[in-house]
């Protein structure tokens, strides 16, 4: 029997139960196993009974003649039905089991999110609002504080009114000097204006090495005699205050974060989330990690719910299923997994049917038809939310490659450091014409304009947890093995975690079910 359920697993199949007696029924299992396989044009998630059957009729259908069962074959079904256990999945919790949060209500407020408000037609009117609204917001942030309300407008500079200033801009350009100095350029709305940066100030140029096109600034600095370059003596992010005081909820649930599922590639980590699924039914875990799981009332999943079609090279090698529809279809069934109290939070990413470029809208209502059934709430990417009063920045985290190749001090690898400048410079993806397509909104919805309780990623397939200014942040894994497109990169995932926040004490943990509980 472990022979012919490898033979299928090996191809990213899980046999279903009644499907598998099926199978062991024949004269030859496993002969009768490879034709099956033979005749399949994709490999199935989960194979069934009727779809192993219609693939008998396909050309030939051989007919089974039944026979006399002695003690000896009573035995075997015997044993067929032990080893079945490991591949069945109990979705009945256990008697007596109480998940606390199935007694609360559901309490989500939609704070700010693209979906239903796109605008954009992709014209250069388009992206000139774009650049005025992320500069306007993120100035009115610099001006809301006291040691930011001395900046004046470029204009003044060229009038000669002032020979010390200090000034808002959008960086347009960095650059290095034959003699070492950066030399950045900025721009607001009524001109551009140079700024030198020298080379013998290690801390500044620190700084000056932070620096991204197309992020807002603030800068100190004095007049050049003939008033076309400005020698600056400090700079200033945005940043979130140090006296950031964290909501709470006032009651005892939590919120888990599911990230990068993965649905319909081969490297689906099947066995895992069967897991997963028990210990959220309360069938897995001693009596502290099922308490854990009956506090959990939603569970968020930050995008690449599936594994879509063609989004790396040769990624059809490693689908096991090859309709996008048929993706989705499978997502939902995983999804009507979980308990009905567990309220789901769904967000796209760039794995997803939507549109490419972010902010990305939730899923059309075609998609969302597919998950008829249960309580799931979809959003867009990036998207603000609160979760009984304590407020969530859920982002896919495409931007983090972005960041991480034009800063050198920060590493794909180490996500939580790259959130973390991120929220320093307020915004989420920065960089016009990198590695994220942005949409030309009029609106910037990739200002950080509301500073979070918590600020979760995905998309980079590690697990971290850490803290920034009272912000809880997270990293939240994956449910896919390696592919051969990381492997090529010699990136390793971290796969098959699940970080979990208390609402009420903002306390951070991981559930790991690389280990078994």
């Known amino acids: 029997m472990e022979e012919v359920v490898k033979l299928f697993s090996d191809h990213g ?27 399949m044009r994709e490999y199935p998630l989960v194979l069934s009974l009727e779809d192993i059957k219609a693939l008998e009729e396909i ?26 256990e490991k591949y069945e999945l109990p ?20 704070l700010k999110d693209v979906t239903g408000k796109s605008t954009c037609r992709g014209n250069i009117e388009d992206f000139s ?25 470029f204009s003044k500079i060229k009038k000669g009114y002032v020979k010390e200033v200090q000034l808002i801009g959008l960086v347009r350009e960095v650059r290095e000097s034959s003699r070492g100095h950066k030399i950045v350029e900025i721009e607001d709305e009524e001109g551009v204006v140079t700024l030198l940066i020298p080379s013998n100030d290690h801390h500044l140029i620190q700084q000056a090495n932070e620096l991204v096109t197309d992020e807002v600034i603030s800068v100190t600095g004095k007049v050049s005699r003939n008033g076309d370059l400005i020698i600056v003596q400090s700079i200033s992010y945005p940043d979130i205050s140090v006296n950031h005081k964290k909501n709470s909820a006032d009651v005892p649930l939590y919120v888990a974060f599911l990230a990068d599922p993965h649905i319909g590639s081969k490297m689906f980590l099947w066995e895992k989330w069967k897991l997963l699924v028990k210990w959220l039914n309360g069938n897995a875990g001693n009596s502290r990690q099922r308490e854990v799981a009956g506090r959990i009332k939603y569970v968020v999943i930050p995008g690449d719910t599936v594994d879509g079609i063609g989004i790396y090279p040769n990624q059809e090698k490693e689908l096991s299923i090859k309709d996008i529809y048929k993706q989705y279809e499978t997502l939902s069934e995983l999804l009507n997994m979980f308990p009905d109290h567990i309220t789901i939070i769904i967000q796209p990413g760039n794995h997803d049917a939507v549109r ?19 309580d799931i709430v979809f959003v867009g990417n990036p998207c603000y939310f609160s979760l009984h009063g304590v407020e969530v920045l859920s982002y896919h985290g495409q931007s983090l490659l972005d960041y991480a190749t034009n800063i050198p001090t920060l590493k794909y690898n180490e996500p939580i450091e790259i959130m973390k400048v991120a929220l320093k410079k307020r915004h989420l993806a920065p960089i016009y014409g990198g590695h994220t397509p942005i949409a030309p909104e009029h609106v910037d919805y990739m200002v950080i304009d509301r500073v979070p309780d918590i600020f979760v990623t995905g998309h980079v397939h590690l ?7 009272g912000v809880t942040l997270i990293n939240a894994s994956s449910w896919q093995a390696q592919t051969s497109y990381q492997k090529m990169l010699n990136f390793i995932p971290d796969p098959a975690k699940l970080p979990i926040v208390d609402l009420k004490t903002g306390k951070a943990t991981t559930m790991d079910f690389t280990r078994g509980i």
């Open 13 to 39: 199949t899980l046999v279903q139960p009644d499907a598998l007696d099926y199978i062991m029924s024949k004269d030859d299992p496993i002969a009768f196993a490879s034709h099956i396989l033979s005749k």
């Open 59 to 84: 050309p030939e259908k051989k007919e089974e003649k039944p026979s006399t069962v002695n003690f000896q074959e009573e035995e075997e079904v015997e044993e067929r039905e032990e080893e079945e």
């Open 91 to 110: 979705l009945s919790s256990p008697k007596g089991w109480k998940p606390l949060a199935g007694e609360y209500d559901a309490e989500i407020e939609i």
């Open 129 to 153: 609002l774009l650049f005025k609204h992320r500069y306007e917001s993120i100035k009115k942030i610099f001006l809301s504080r006291r040691n930011f309300s001395n900046s004046i407008p």
């Open 356 to 374: 490419p470029a972010e902010p990305q809208p939730a899923f059309e209502e075609e998609l969302r038809e597919l998950f008829s059934g249960r």
């Open 463 to 469: 697990t971290a947890i850490g803290e920034y200014r």
